[in-house]
């Protein structure tokens, strides 16, 4: 069942053609041109993996991996989002290239969306590293400002890496507890975060303003590939890597922190880093270590057996 192919045929019918009668009737009534695009998600990473669904909707086992294991997919769909022009203040359509009310072509375009995931009490939190992986997929321009062509991603996260679940852990301790409006976790792309979590790209295809369609990377092709974390110095502006956790990782290598620049310490850091060879996945797992001390220490019995392995197991070989 998984070919690239399919893939391709799969988008044109369940989104191209969707999303061209869409826009053709939001043209008509003004109104916004956005579908619900989860279950497209969905039958998008069956394709491309070959796994079957559970016939879950929104809830339950999106995936069928084997005859006892499941993965969960959740779709974050970055394309006709509302924007806004900057001179009448009023909203503005994606496909829309100037204001239909005032004529204005300053437009500040939207890509707030993001992955969700719910967890309500303990119950759903012990629930949330039940999946053997999750799939991210993702609908976005390749280019922010030019509503044209289209990027199609699904990124694999094992939910006991150490980025996801004790990140997890701390958002329903430390944020939702205290949140008053009990909203869902926001997992952005791109974002140093969504980085910690050790993402890998399974799949990725370019959708033409033609409505052509090339695909990049398709399991099959044993083309996947990781997604690092990069240079620590450009997550410089994350308020979750802080000087805090910073100077704890420099006293773990007996070493000392002679910037107060947050951006200054870091590229000294991984200069420490790349001398001593620690790979992403390593520095991924050193990273939540100190990020999350707090969850360790308070909340270690929802922590995974196998994340604190991961954890043991990297900080061993550092």
């Given at each position: 069942?998984n070919?690239a192919k399919?893939?391709?045929?799969l988008l044109?019918?369940?989104?191209i053609i969707l999303?061209?009668n869409?826009?053709k009737?939001?043209k008509?009534?003004n109104q916004?041109p956005?579908?619900?695009m989860?279950?497209?998600?969905?039958h998008?990473?069956?394709i491309?993996?070959?796994?079957?669904g559970g016939?879950?909707g929104?809830r339950?086992?999106?995936?069928?991996i084997?005859?006892?294991?499941?993965g969960?997919?959740k779709?974050?769909?970055r394309?006709?989002?509302?924007?806004t022009c900057?001179?009448c203040?009023?909203?503005?359509?994606?496909?829309?290239?100037?204001?239909?009310?005032?004529?204005?072509?300053s437009?500040?375009r939207?890509?707030?969306s993001?992955?969700l995931i719910t967890?309500k009490?303990?119950k759903?939190?012990?629930e949330i590293?039940e999946?053997?992986?999750?799939?991210?997929?993702?609908?976005?321009?390749?280019?922010f400002?030019?509503?044209?062509?289209?990027?199609v991603?699904?990124y694999?996260?094992?939910?006991n890496?150490?980025?996801?679940?004790?990140?997890?852990?701390?958002?329903?301790?430390n944020?939702r507890s205290?949140s008053?409006?009990?909203?869902?976790f926001?997992?952005w792309p791109h974002?140093?975060?969504f980085f910690?979590?050790k993402p890998k790209l399974?799949?990725?295809?370019?959708?033409?303003?033609d409505?052509?369609?090339?695909?990049?990377?398709f399991p099959?092709d044993?083309?996947?590939?990781?997604?690092?974390?990069?240079n620590l110095?450009k997550?410089?502006?994350?308020?979750?890597?802080t000087?805090?956790?910073i100077?704890?990782i420099y006293k773990?290598?007996k070493s000392?922190n002679?910037?107060?620049?947050?951006?200054?310490s870091l590229?000294i850091?991984?200069?420490i880093l790349n001398?001593?060879?620690?790979?992403?996945?390593?520095?991924a797992?050193?990273?939540?270590n100190f990020?999350?001390k707090d969850?360790?220490?308070?909340?270690k019995k929802?922590?995974?057996?196998?994340?604190?392995e991961e954890?043991?197991v990297?900080?061993d070989q550092i």
């Amino acid at each position: 069942m998984n070919n690239a192919k399919l893939s391709e045929e799969l988008l044109k019918d369940l989104f191209i053609i969707l999303r061209a009668n869409l826009l053709k009737w939001s043209k008509i009534t003004n109104q916004t041109p956005q579908a619900r695009m989860g279950y497209v998600g969905q039958h998008l990473t069956s394709i491309v993996t070959g796994y079957k669904g559970g016939k879950s909707g929104a809830r339950g086992r999106d995936l069928l991996i084997g005859k006892s294991e499941f993965g969960e997919i959740k779709t974050c769909y970055r394309i006709d989002q509302l924007g806004t022009c900057l001179d009448c203040k009023k909203q503005v359509a994606s496909f829309e290239l100037e204001c239909l009310f005032c004529g204005g072509n300053s437009i500040e375009r939207k890509d707030d969306s993001k992955w969700l995931i719910t967890i309500k009490d303990e119950k759903e939190l012990k629930e949330i590293f039940e999946p053997k992986e999750y799939f991210l997929v993702l609908f976005e321009f390749i280019e922010f400002n030019n509503p044209k062509d289209i990027n199609v991603f699904i990124y694999t996260v094992d939910p006991n890496t150490a980025g996801f679940s004790l990140c997890m852990i701390d958002y329903f301790f430390n944020i939702r507890s205290k949140s008053t409006s009990k909203a869902p976790f926001n997992l952005w792309p791109h974002q140093f975060k969504f980085f910690l979590m050790k993402p890998k790209l399974i799949y990725h295809s370019i959708i033409k303003q033609d409505d052509t369609i090339t695909t990049k990377i398709f399991p099959k092709d044993n083309n996947s590939k990781l997604i690092e974390l990069g240079n620590l110095s450009k997550h410089s502006r994350s308020t979750t890597l802080t000087l805090k956790v910073i100077e704890d990782i420099y006293k773990f290598f007996k070493s000392e922190n002679r910037s107060k620049d947050k951006e200054t310490s870091l590229k000294i850091l991984q200069e420490i880093l790349n001398k001593k060879k620690i790979t992403n996945s390593q520095t991924a797992d050193l990273l939540s270590n100190f990020i999350y001390k707090d969850v360790l220490i308070k909340n270690k019995k929802f922590v995974p057996n196998k994340t604190l392995e991961e954890i043991k197991v990297s900080l061993d070989q550092i």
